[in-house]
């Protein structure tokens, strides 16, 4: 059986790693206990997290155990790493709803049977800590030159950086020494973002417990012009079939720019990596070939291979000039919303986050309403607006929404 380590490099999920040739033989020898930390700031993963979990699958499969560490601790206080602006804060009750959410999703992905893996959450050790203990027994070992080094913590100082959010890197350094502790973890994995933090966990262990601990940060899903990747005009793209339908979802990756998809194939998908290289290839128009197979393969991931197909028959349809809309994400109006404009419906409906953008759409000419391309912001939907019933609205080429009357 191939080292994980190796498939893990093949893929182009590492980025930076503490010891690489003690990490890649203790992947190859023994089995390794390891986490990842994920913090309940909203009610699902995104697809950032999605491909942390894809690690979390290919360790656990290469027989090591994945701890998916919720943050009901951290996120309470909330990492300023990659943050212009401090987050908002959460209350306990929001910060447990939301990490009920993510155990199912993790699921997908990831055996909690029979102990080969773990959820531990770090609110059960951190929210009842004497702080001035914790500063004697740990933040001793922290050096505040060092931190303020971070590159997690260069970009906000201009800006203001709250000494609450100071307390960040100390808070996860000393959640990997208690899952050490704990569960003999040794590995800490997680986005580059995060290798300042890791680096002081990975440290604080080989301080207090002289023993050894390492850390590897894997790529930032990020598209070929730099940027993150996930983002719409309407916000994340989440794995939450209720926040990103099955057939949204399936349309960001099958319109991903043509320098990204072999990328995405090799990190998002379980295509082995000769079909990824060919894919990722093919020349002009056939590049298509890879974006259905990228997105049909994602989603089925994440939505079940009866959603993916639902999603990519419905896409199949529309783009063909077809009129299959039974999959495409379809929303109830009631009748009280009849008479306003369409800029209102819109917004109302969350088809679009704002006005301001329902305008630029139509300034664009991207705006289309049962086949006609819609400029007039102050258009009105009444009852003759529906056609069979229905409401079809497109954005761009190839984004389509349905509406029907309660």
């Not at 040739?21 to 909203?42: H, S």
């Not at 960040?168 to 208690?178: A, I, K, W």
């Not at 998809?261 to 079909?275: G, H, Q, R, S």
């Not at 679009?352 to 912001?377: C, F």
Request: proline share 3%; with cysteine; hydrophobic share 40%.
């Amino acid at each position: 059986m191939p080292n994980v380590y190796d498939i893990l490099l093949e893929r182009g999920y590492i980025k930076q790693i503490t010891h690489e040739e003690e990490v890649r033989e203790l992947l190859g020898k023994e089995k390794v206990t390891f986490y990842i930390g994920f913090d309940p700031t909203a009610d699902s993963l995104h697809v950032g997290h999605f491909l942390q979990m894809m690690v979390m699958h290919y360790m656990q499969e290469a027989g090591h155990r994945p701890i998916a560490l919720l943050g009901g601790g951290t996120a309470m206080v909330g990492d300023p790493t990659g943050k212009t602006d401090m987050r908002k804060m959460l209350s306990k009750e929001q910060i447990q709803h939301n990490a009920q959410c993510f155990k199912k999703q993790f699921s997908r992905l990831v055996d909690f049977t029979d102990g080969k893996a773990i959820i531990a959450n770090n609110a059960d050790w951190l929210l009842n800590l004497n702080y001035v203990e914790f500063l004697r027994n740990i933040g001793v070992h922290f050096s505040v030159n060092k931190m303020l080094g971070a590159e997690c913590f260069k970009q906000r100082l201009d800006r203001g950086l709250s000494f609450l959010e100071f307390n960040y890197m100390l808070m996860q350094g000393y959640d990997f020494l208690e899952l050490n502790r704990r569960y003999g973890c040794v590995l800490q994995l997680g986005g580059d973002d995060q290798w300042s933090n890791i680096i002081a966990g990975v440290n604080l262990i080989r301080v207090k417990e002289k023993k050894p601990a390492f850390g590897m940060t894997f790529t930032l899903l990020t598209k070929s012009d730099g940027k993150k990747m996930g983002k719409t005009e309407g916000g994340a793209i989440w794995l939450d079939p209720e926040k990103t339908s099955p057939y949204e979802f399936y349309q960001y990756w099958r319109n991903v720019e043509d320098a990204d998809v072999e990328k995405c194939l090799a990190l998002l998908t379980f295509v082995p990596m000769d079909e990824v290289r060919r894919l990722g290839s093919l020349p002009g128009e056939k590049i298509n070939e890879a974006k259905r197979i990228l997105a049909y393969e994602v989603t089925k991931i994440v939505h079940g291979q009866e959603e993916a197909e639902k999603a990519r028959d419905a896409a199949e349809a529309l783009f063909s000039g077809g009129h299959n809309m039974e999959n495409v994400p379809t929303v109830e109006m009631d009748e009280s919303l009849l008479g306003c404009s369409i800029v209102d419906l819109l917004v109302d409906l969350q088809i679009l986050p704002s006005k301001s953008e329902a305008r630029r759409l139509m300034q664009q000419n991207g705006l289309t309403v049962n086949d006609e391309k819609i400029t007039d912001p102050k258009l009105l939907i009444t009852k003759d607006s529906f056609k069979e019933g229905k409401i079809i609205i497109r954005r761009g080429k190839k984004k389509y929404n349905r509406i029907i009357l309660k």
